[in-house]
């Protein structure tokens, strides 16, 4: 988890003792700064470029100039990183443009304003995107308080998209080269991806369209079964205009006469919160339409390091076990672990006396239907989302309902709180691809600062909400530092609930609530308070989440000397970034080394549709022999 700063400030106009013209010439200015900026850059004169900066500068950068997600704050921190890796990458100067349309005056609040623009450039191993914001200081000039560089393409190796995709026509021979493509009969597949969830395909999807054969291993039956076989009750909380996937539609972008992708759009009918079901038959759809190689009812039964001795040349061995008991071993370098938050490892409270209790205990994720408990008590264990989802369709079923609160939790209303803090991907917002560079040009330190003024936002647009809670007991937390949503489902992937009704069914009474204290022991009809107090019930759930994804990574790889060496997951790092996500799993030290070529990819379909090019960018950069040397963290 990120350290605390309170030192850290946003750069609002009290601060800087500046004001903003509102007869100012935002494109003079824009105009102005890059051009300083591509000049010095093509210098690597550092201090000049350092010029150009705010005091408490971020420069975030994906992958364009450290081969790796890296955040650097202050001025201290940028000069080392510009001075290290200038020379490495070797930006060139002509290849710098600036996109005039994006070239915008903001204002988020009263008292902040800055001038966001984004620029293309070229290293001498890829095509980059960047994004600057300017910030007024009181002689009249303006300086970057952001900076961030995300690797788009690499040089040579273009996607196989667009005026570049198949152009020959195929006569009737596509079922049966599917087929032999789909069992890989006449080659070996690059990369083996372990599931078949968003993570999965949205990945494999990015390796095709760069050359890179893949098979999705998924051990459930269809795809989309890791969304159907939950609770049948399950409804996204995420709005459709964040997860919309990746290659539906190819546009023309006139400024260097390139096909690119947008995004695998669901049409303009569907609903704004997709029931799982329905997503389910879309990602099924998907994985058919693009072609993915995908073996179901399929199973990873173990990863093998593979040794100097091995004639193969390559790094792992991965043994696959199908339903018929047909088995076959894949001779690799790349395996992407795509196996969801937590590895979907249920994770169960050590609450004594569950051997006593004479009714049913199960976990969410094993939990389906209200209807199964009919005429019964039943008591849920947590307080987050799945326990509030569930809480109400058991309503919905008349089915008599306790909610049982351990800790606080931060609860907001979809309808106050999306649209505040999605409002990039929200109704009129940019294209989808904008939106996600966009939103990752935000650097989490600084994020969290904005989040801190519009969790408060929500929460006095959901006062009476909040203040219903409170009455009936039920206790609210507001996230790290007063934060809110993103900085819980980016660090701990918990802790919160977005509330689409069942918070009004807590205040009305329908779902009733034990929050009074910490749970001592199962009895034989119930729960045992430390306060004395007791809940009967027949059916005790736990919506306790998941577990760490570590642990199932290491029953996968066989070689136990390598467990040790797997970084954590899940949750922020120093400088603000996700841990593991789109990186290859071993610790950022050298002993991470032992696991190179093993990748973790996860996260909500928001985070894999942006993520998984940066996977399939560093897998198809070693294929070539192009891939440098990570500006790892001890930097």
């Known amino acids: 988890m990120a350290i605390s700063t309170p030192s850290r400030t946003l750069p609002t106009l009290h601060n800087l003792g500046s004001t903003v013209d509102p007869n100012l010439d935002v494109q003079a200015i824009v105009h102005d700064w890059f051009a300083k900026f591509v000049k010095v ?8 470029i ?17 081969w790796d997600f890296r955040t650097f704050e202050g001025k201290n921190a940028v000069s080392k990183f510009l001075k290290d890796q200038l020379s490495v990458f070797n930006p060139q100067p002509d290849t710098f443009s600036l996109q005039q349309d994006s070239v915008q005056l903001q204002k988020p609040y009263e008292d902040i304003a800055w001038i966001q623009a984004f620029f293309k450039f070229d290293t001498n191993v890829g095509h980059a995107f960047g994004v600057f914001r300017l910030v007024p200081l009181p002689v009249g000039t303006w300086k970057a308080h952001v900076v961030y560089t995300n690797l788009e ?15 020959q026509p195929n006569h009737g021979k596509w079922a049966a080269k599917r087929e032999r493509e789909r069992e890989f009969v006449d080659e070996e597949p690059t990369v083996v991806v372990v599931g078949g969830g968003q993570s999965g395909l949205e990945v494999a999807a990015r390796l095709k ?33 964040t997860i919309c996937l990746i290659y539906r539609k190819w546009i023309f972008d006139q400024r260097d006469s390139s096909m690119r992708s947008t995004d695998f759009r669901f049409p303009p009918s569907w609903p704004v919160y997709s029931p799982a079901l329905k997503l389910a038959d879309w990602l099924e759809s998907y994985a058919h339409t693009l072609e993915l190689n995908v073996w179901t009812s399929a199973t990873v039964t173990s990863i093998e390091k593979e040794t100097l001795a091995g004639d193969s040349g390559k790094r792992w061995s991965v043994q696959v076990e199908r339903e018929d008991g047909r088995k076959r071993v894949f001779k690799v370098d790349h395996v992407v672990l795509a196996l969801g938050i937590g590895s979907g490892r249920a994770r169960y409270p050590d609450i004594p006396g569950q051997d006593e209790f004479k009714g049913q205990i199960l976990h969410s994720s094993k939990h389906k239907h209200a209807t199964d408990h009919s005429g019964k008590k039943v008591a849920v264990i947590g307080s987050c989302t799945s326990a509030h989802d569930i809480c109400s369709d058991y309503v919905d079923h008349g089915v008599d309902i306790t909610m049982v609160q351990r800790g606080p939790t931060y609860i907001m209303s979809t309808k106050e709180g999306m649209p505040r803090c999605l409002a990039l991907f929200w109704d009129g917002g940019p294209p989808t691809d904008v939106a996600d560079r966009v939103n990752a040009s935000y650097p989490s330190h600084v994020l969290k600062l904005v989040n801190q003024r519009v969790t ?26 007063d934060s809110g949503l993103l900085h819980l ?27 009074d204290g910490p749970i001592k022991k199962f009895t034989s009809t119930g729960l045992l308070f ?106």
């Open 41 to 48: 850059i093509g210098l690597k004169d550092v201090p000049a």
């Open 50 to 66: 350092i010029d150009l900066f705010l005091d408490g500068v971020f420069w975030r950068d994906m992958l364009a100039l450290t």
């Open 153 to 167: 393409d690499l040089k040579g190796f273009p996607e196989r998209i667009g005026s570049l995709r198949d152009f």
């Open 209 to 241: 369209m760069l050359g890179i054969s893949a098979v999705i291993v998924e051990r459930n039956k269809r795809i989309g079964d890791n969304w159907r076989n939950r609770y049948a009750a399950l409804c996204l909380h995420d709005p459709g205009m």
């Open 456 to 481: 408060k936002d929500i929460a006095d647009a959901d006062k009476e909400l909040l203040d219903g809670l409170r009455r009936v007991g039920f206790k609210l937390a507001f996230g790290e530092d």
């Open 489 to 515: 489902a980016f660090g701990k992937a918990g802790g919160y609930y977005l509330d689409v009704g069942a918070s009004q069914l807590i205040i009305d009474g329908k779902i009733k609530l034990k929050s």
């Open 530 to 635: 430390e306060d004395g107090s007791t809940l009967d019930a027949d059916v005790v759930i736990f919506a306790t989440g998941y577990g760490d994804a570590r642990n199932a990574y290491a029953d996968l790889i066989k070689n136990t000397d390598l467990h040790g060496k797997i970084r954590q997951i899940w949750g922020f790092d120093d400088e603000g970034e996700i841990n593991g996500l789109a990186r290859e799993i071993g610790e950022p030290r050298e002993e991470g080394n032992a696991v190179a070529g093993l990748w973790c990819m996860l996260g909500n379909l928001a985070l894999c549709r942006f993520h998984s090019k940066h996977v399939a960018l560093q897998i198809k950069a070693y294929h070539e022999n192009v891939f440098g040397i990570r500006y790892g963290s001890g930097n």
